[in-house]
């Protein structure tokens, strides 16, 4: 027999069977057990010869409280208690952070402005799915009002009134423009004999939707679903408990009551004053310093003009370098000894061996290894808010934000303009931006970013290494892409090639679409119908 077995009793593998996926093989998962429970096993785990079976059994499984009589497996709660305790013991004993990591939970978080999305999914170590503009029409009301955010303090100000009235016409002009808009993507782009109805139906709402998105002011709500484990969960709430903006300290209260039903020994230092209140403290104090020394240095400094994507720092000898690092693996050598041999073959060579390295990408999901990760691109970038807000989400690169404002300008989607609705569009702009002027006279500077809408210009640098570059420019620039963020990675993977030289790796990148198209979602939803129909 290949891998060792244990033998259980009877009634050991009852309360087994009800807590794992099997009972007599190496690779199983935990089931129906709180995440504090999780965890502690795994952290008792390793620091025992007992197998995790065995560890539950003798540790764990005697803890058991049935919530009713049939003591059903989604009704236990298994050794809370005594995890609890663990998890103190290896705080307060061994300093190990990392016990944190091992357990986790999903969050929804409901009614987010658009402003603080971008809070809570600034982590790396999380997994988030955010409430689509391009799937969902914003006209519809939740509770009878607009779907926006309503600053308490900013509603009892004397500009309260205002906010609200002027919310509400940049929706009415959203809502009103809906109809004008699939009306003049249903005559540009008549359906086709191939096309199900579903599929042009759903194309010509999300076009029309992608249009008008700009027209949404950053207070939209949203909502997110978050996943992350009780480590990350604590980096983010001392990150939003220092945040400049009212919402997100509020909403990280709302947030820590909740988790704390779930995973309460994974944060218990989050709001202690000598620990998670100090770290708060650091964040924010840090931030304020910084506030001061950039206006000192930089007020009444205007931007100077730029184009969409700039790419401000890469290394002349990436090519040399990612051939390094594809060779080190499969040699016995210190890299500089690989690296002074690489220096002696020619270009050839070197491009044969990146292309081996890349090999025969059958999609884009195909991806070389960590070794395309030697090398980094900064690019500064100015887009609208909109863009933004999809490219933020990824997380494996480094990504800071300036705040959003009516400074940049904003983009006019060519398809209002050639709809005959530059007025309108311009109209609820122009009202964008007054209100913004008003709420940061008045002293609300953070909050007056809820009045900016999507299509307004926000300056971001974002840095990669090579293969997270491959992952976001063949993803973001695919056909059914939104065209503001497709325009942006088609600027980076021009830039990597001709700018930086870079042509051979520019090459490799071979799912980068520099295509346009008319409904940009039309094939994806053709191919999910077809996908539906196989299945019924």
């Known amino acids: 027999m290949l891998y060792a077995t244990e033998t259980f009793t009877a009634d050991e593998v009852e309360v087994l069977e009800r807590h794992l ?5 190496p690779v199983f998962a935990l089931v129906n057990l709180p995440e504090v429970v999780k965890g502690a096993l795994f952290a008792r785990y390793s620091r025992t010869h007992k197998s995790l079976r065995r560890l539950f059994l003798d540790e764990f499984a005697d803890d058991v409280d049935a919530a009713s009589g049939d003591g059903g497996p989604d009704e236990t709660t298994v050794g809370v208690g005594r995890a609890e305790q663990l998890y103190d013991k290896v705080f307060g004993e061994y300093g190990d952070d990392s016990v ?6 999903h969050l929804a978080c409901e009614q987010a402005s658009n402003l603080l999305t971008k809070v809570l999914e600034w982590g790396r170590l999380m997994a988030y799915l955010e409430q689509s503009t391009r799937y969902i029409a914003y006209d519809a009301r939740l509770g009878g009002r607009y779907r926006y955010y309503r600053d308490p303090t900013l509603l009892q100000s004397r500009l309260g009134t205002r906010y609200v009235a002027d919310m509400d016409r940049m929706f009415d002009t959203y809502a009103g423009l809906l109809p004008v ?16 109805d579903f599929a042009y139906r759903s194309s010509i709402k999300a076009k029309a939707y992608d249009s008008l998105r700009g027209l949404l002011p950053a207070a939209s709500l949203s909502n997110v679903g978050v996943y992350g484990t009780g480590q990350a969960y604590e980096a983010l709430l001392l990150r939003m408990r220092s945040h400049p903006l009212p919402e997100s300290r509020a909403y990280a209260e709302m947030m820590l009551e909740e988790l704390r039903k779930v995973i309460p020994s994974f944060l218990k230092r989050v709001d202690l004053p000598d620990r998670g209140g100090a770290w708060s403290d650091y964040l924010e104090e840090n931030r304020r310093g910084m506030e001061a020394l950039a206006f000192d240095m930089f007020d009444g400094v205007e931007p100077e003009d730029r184009a969409m994507v700039t790419l401000v720092d890469f290394d002349p000898d990436a090519e040399d370098k990612l051939v390094v690092a594809a060779l080190y693996p499969y040699t016995a050598l210190p890299e500089d000894q690989v690296a002074a041999r690489v220096k002696l073959l020619s270009t050839e060579d070197k491009v044969a061996i990146l292309k081996a390295y890349v ?10 290894g960590r070794g395309w990760e030697r090398v980094d691109y900064r690019f500064d970038v100015v887009s609208d808010y909109g863009a933004f807000r999809d490219l933020q989400r990824h997380r494996m690169l480094t990504i800071e934000w300036q705040d959003l404002t009516p400074r940049h300008d904003y983009v006019l989607p060519e398809a209002v303009a050639e709809a005959g609705q530059t007025d309108a569009f311009a109209e609820a702009m122009e009202r964008s931006a007054a209100l913004y002027e008003a709420l940061a006279d008045a002293g609300f500077v953070k909050q007056a970013s809820y009045a900016v809408a999507l299509a307004y210009r926000v300056r971001y640098v974002m840095q990669m290494n090579a293969r997270e570059a491959m992952h ?8 059914q892409g939104h065209p503001e963020y497709r325009r942006v990675g088609q600027q980076m993977h021009r830039l990597i090639g001709e700018q930086a030289g870079h042509r051979v790796i520019a090459e490799l990148m071979r799912y980068v679409d520099h295509g346009t198209y008319d409904l940009e979602r039309l094939d994806a ?6 996908r539906r129909a196989a299945r019924s």
Request: aromatic content about 6%.
């Open 181 to 196: 808009m699939q009306a003049y993507f249903t005559e540009r782009y008549p359906k086709r004999p191939e096309d199900s």
């Open 472 to 479: 976001l420019l063949e993803l973001r620039t695919g056909p």
């Open 359 to 368: 090999g025969d990408r059958a999609n884009r999901r195909h991806r070389p």
């Open 525 to 530: 939803e053709n191919r999910a119908e077809a």
């Open 21 to 25: 996926t099997n009972v007599d093989r």
């Open 100 to 105: 944190a990591q091992l357990g986790g939970v």
